[in-house]
Structures are given as C-alpha cells and as structure tokens.
C-alpha cells in the first residue's frame, strides 16, 4: 500500500548540485526509516544515505560530506541534497521504505531490510 515516487533527477556538471525528493504516499512517513540507494551501470545497487523514524541522517562514506538527507514529516517527503557531485555519482537513485519493525533511531543499510522502493530516478554528472 506504501508506494514512493522519486523525482528531480537530471544531468549536471561536475561540481553542480541536485536535488532529490521522495514523495510517500498510503503511510505515515514518521513510522518508517528511509534510504536512498543508487546503482550505477555494471554495479551493485549500493547504500548512499538514510534516515530514522526519530530523524537521525547517517550517509555512505563515498558521500560524507557531499550528500544530505533529510526529511519533513508534515509533508510525507525525503530529500536527498547532492552538492560537489562527480562522474562517479552518476546512477539511478532509488528512495525505499522499510515495513519491517525498527527501533526509533535504527539505521539499515542493507536493500533486504526494505520492503518498499520507488523506480528510481536518473541523475548524470557529465565529465
């Protein structure tokens, strides 16, 4: 019944910064943890930042520092702010949702520990 749209994914310069939003709909995004993934052409789909039901951020290391996440409850949406992006960043972002039970400020990095996932959004940085 959970279902995510991702959107504001596009083609930058490297250096640029972007912008992406997950829109939650059927659910109550305060009762879920949420993270972004991406997956690049060739690659496994990778683990780049998430947020707890409580509101703790934590991100990948390949991002630290780079990459925000954040998210407003009231209006059932996650971001994800992408500044000083690279060629290597560029792959299809993915937002999901985690259905299991969590603990209030768990974080999951892991594609398994999600049940629900939108069908990602493109985002390129051109060489």
């Known amino acids: 019944q959970v279902q995510l749209l991702e959107s504001g994914g596009g083609t930058v310069q490297p250096g640029g910064s972007l912008r992406l939003s997950c829109a939650v709909s059927?659910?109550?995004?305060?009762?879920?943890?949420m993270a972004w993934f991406r997956q690049a052409a060739g690659m496994e789909r990778e683990f780049v930042a998430g947020?707890?039901?409580?509101?703790?951020?934590t991100s990948a290391d390949s991002v630290k520092g780079r990459f925000t996440v954040s998210k407003d409850n009231a209006k059932n949406t996650v971001f994800l702010q992408m500044n000083k992006l690279k060629p290597e960043d560029t792959a299809v972002y993915s937002c999901?949702?985690?259905?299991?039970?969590?603990?209030?400020?768990?974080?999951?990095?892991?594609?398994?520990?999600?049940?629900?996932w939108g069908q990602g959004t493109q985002v390129t940085v051109a060489s």
């Open positions: 059927g659910g109550t995004l305060s009762d879920y943890p």
């Open positions: 947020v707890t039901r409580g509101g703790s951020s």
């Open positions: 999901a949702a985690r259905g299991q039970s969590s603990a209030t400020n768990a974080v999951y990095t892991r594609t398994a520990s999600y049940e629900y």
